[in-house]
């Protein structure tokens, strides 16, 4: 069967009147009709009405095998009924916001500091953003330095400072309205590149206050680090004296309880964490070596914080019992999520195969993303941000594959996202179902 784009949008719209009609009002009392770019659907976003599971429902009950999780917030699925009775009860019975200190935000620094190879301390705040915001700003305080290393493609949240080289070509800002002189505090570096990286912080010398980067990278196919190459940014940090951040706001507590440092074997001054952190509510955090957050303590000479809603004790709770879930199951969960992210990355490329689609599909444990291959490129290793550019077609996967699969009841964002512990054997089916008839829609439309 022969379907083309417009087909395919009108099949969506069809069945989705009550989520249009939303949308005409959004786009009316919101900036572009959204408050997060990335939730942009073309041609129209659904509107979620209830979500449970791995499942989402929107607002004209159409069901959805949901990979985005929230995110990838949600790594025990939506609303895990032991998580939501436990804050239905304090929500109703203590209450949800003190702005004061609670027992929960303790002993959730404390379940970091013993899970997290790097985290002697922790300061909480509300999201990923604030997080490397402060991650970075406590590297220039405690070096008394400037220049911050992030990697080309790298998404650490819009913070003012970071907000570099994120989108193709790489480089320059992202955004108007930020200070010229900010890009002076900023340098690129190639992801997994460990010999252009390694000249690039020796030119930066001793300028450099810190590294950042994802050690497994969202916009990178969740691709894990080589090694080799985290081990060079260790070295060579510390032999300059600055700084390694890992932003782990994705890969904490995701792919291993300790996250990707590890996995990987590698120890950051500086973590950064988010998403699963607060169980499925708004927290952020920073965790690493004591003298470096001993700089943010009341008096100190680093300012961390404000934030009204900073260790919220909705979100304290949420995120303590998921980590004691995540800790007390580690021992079979962790494999278990990883062997469904190698078994649904090998289904996608076998039924790619099968329709003589050339899909790639990378990631790390239970994170997956799946690329269109160029014509020229089918063997080329996608290993960065910019592999990815190069080799792949990125806008059929953002667009004709995620709205081939929602018209087939599954939601992906970057043809791909985070397998959670609801999505069982049944799900898995019900994935590779729907992608063998979004595939056999859209190969004769496909790019040449
Ligand atoms: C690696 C990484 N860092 C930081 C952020 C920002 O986190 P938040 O959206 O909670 O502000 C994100 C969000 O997607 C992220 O993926």
Redesign the pocket.
């Given at each position: 069967m022969k379907s083309t784009d417009t087909e395919l949008k009108g099949i969506y719209q069809k069945e989705r009147e009550g989520s249009y009609s939303l949308w005409k009002r959004a786009q009316r009392a919101m900036a572009g009709g959204v408050s997060h770019n990335i939730r942009m659907v073309d041609p129209f976003p659904f509107f979620v009405k209830s979500a449970r599971g791995a499942w989402l429902e929107d607002v004209d009950g159409n069901r959805y095998l949901d990979f985005w999780m929230g995110?990838y917030a949600h790594i025990l699925g939506h609303r895990p009924p032991f998580v939501a009775n436990a804050l239905a009860n304090a929500l109703t019975q203590r209450g949800y916001h003190f702005g004061l200190l609670n027992r929960e935000e303790v002993e959730l620094a404390e379940l970091i500091c013993h899970l997290v190879p790097c985290a002697e301390m922790v300061r909480f705040c509300t999201?990923?953003?604030e997080a490397?915001m402060y991650a970075v700003r406590l590297a220039r305080a405690a070096t008394g330095r400037s220049v911050i290393l992030k990697a080309k493609g790298g998404?650490?949240?819009a913070n003012s400072d970071l907000c570099f080289g994120i989108h193709p070509p790489f480089e320059g800002p992202d955004s108007k309205g930020l200070l010229p002189k900010a890009e002076e505090g900023v340098s690129l570096f190639p992801f997994n590149d460990t010999e252009t990286t390694k000249e690039i912080l020796r030119e930066t010398g001793d300028g450099l206050a810190g590294v950042i980067l994802?050690p497994v990278m969202?916009v990178g196919g969740f691709v894990s680090a080589d090694p080799a190459f985290l081990k060079m940014l260790r070295e060579e940090t510390e032999r300059i004296g600055a700084l390694l951040i890992f932003?782990e706001?994705?890969s904490g507590f995701r792919v291993g309880l300790g996250g990707a440092q590890e996995m990987l074997e590698v120890t950051p001054d500086l973590v950064?964490l988010?998403k699963v952190v607060g169980g499925g509510f708004p927290a952020?955090a920073i965790a690493g070596k004591r003298e470096i957050l001993e700089l943010a303590r009341p008096g100190g000479p680093v300012l961390i914080g404000g934030g009204t809603f900073s260790c919220n004790p909705l979100s304290m709770l949420a995120g303590l019992l998921t980590l004691r879930f995540l800790e007390s199951n580690a021992n079979w969960l962790y494999p278990h999520l990883k062997e469904r992210g190698e078994l649904l990355r090998r289904k996608v490329e076998e039924t790619g195969e099968a329709f003589g689609v050339p899909l790639r599909c990378t990631g790390t444990g239970s994170l997956f993303m799946t690329h269109l291959m160029r014509e020229e490129c089918q063997e080329k290793e996608l290993r960065s941000p910019q592999d990815i550019e190069e080799s792949t077609h990125s806008q059929w996967r953002d667009r004709e594959l995620r709205l081939a699969m929602l018209v087939n009841g599954v939601h992906l964002l970057h043809g791909g996202g985070a397998i959670s512990l609801a999505h069982g054997e049944k799900e898995m089916a019900f994935f590779t179902e729907a992608l063998e008839r979004a595939l056999r829609v859209l190969k004769e439309g496909k790019p040449q």
């Open positions: 995110h999201s990923g953003t490397t998404w650490h949240g994802e969202g932003d706001v994705i950064t988010g952020g």
